[in-house]
């Protein structure tokens, strides 16, 4: 198992703190969701069929642990003076453009599924597993936040 955490961190690591990135806009709160998907990992023994089910788990996983981290009365009380927005991180997404600030204003589903469809290459079918919602679903989220981002960019102009 040793050998086969250690893959699993080093493939995912990365990815699930991007993600974790766009939800909380926090990077200690983000490393601790990140941390917390792993140790579900160790703690529930999972054997996975694929590499797509294992990726599929462990990004189902991060997105509720990311949504528990946003509803907790800890969340809602206190205010951290450390809350930056991917201001010099090594993880950080380089993109010159508007449009991942953009990403981050759309409502939370689209924002997931908008980020990892196109930043992640995340197939509709894993989105949809991963965020335990229809492929269709999944689609309108998609085609919703396209013509939102649309908006946004003509509006810009």
């Known amino acids: 198992m040793d050998r086969d955490f250690d893959r699993?961190?080093?493939?995912?690591?990365?990815?699930?703190?991007?993600i974790c990135m766009h939800y909380t806009q926090n990077t200690?709160?983000?490393e601790d969701v990140?941390?917390?998907t792993f140790l579900k990992l160790v703690e529930n023994n999972i054997i996975f069929n694929s590499a797509e089910h294992e990726k599929a788990w462990?990004?189902?996983?991060?997105?509720?642990?990311?949504?528990?981290?946003?509803k907790s009365s800890w969340k809602k009380r206190?205010?951290?003076?450390?809350?930056?927005?991917?201001?010099d991180?090594?993880?950080?997404?380089?993109?010159?453009?508007?449009l991942l600030s953009y990403i981050r204003t759309l409502p939370p589903k689209q924002k997931t599924a908008v980020y990892l469809y196109y930043y992640e290459?995340?197939?509709?079918?894993?989105?949809?597993?991963?965020?335990?919602?229809?492929?269709?679903?999944v689609l309108s989220w998609l085609r919703r936040g396209r013509?939102?981002?649309?908006?946004?960019?003509?509006e810009e102009m």
């Open 78 to 87: 206190v205010y951290s003076v450390h809350d930056t927005e991917f201001k």
């Open 121 to 137: 290459d995340v197939p509709v079918s894993r989105i949809a597993t991963a965020m335990g919602a229809n492929q269709n679903t």
């Open 89 to 98: 991180q090594p993880y950080e997404i380089k993109d010159e453009s508007p």
């Open 147 to 154: 013509k939102a981002l649309e908006k946004l960019l003509k």
């Open 8 to 18: 699993i961190v080093n493939s995912y690591a990365d990815m699930l703190l991007r």
């Open 34 to 36: 990140v941390q917390a």
């Open 58 to 70: 462990l990004i189902r996983v991060c997105i509720n642990l990311c949504k528990d981290n946003l």
């Open 28 to 30: 200690a709160d983000a």
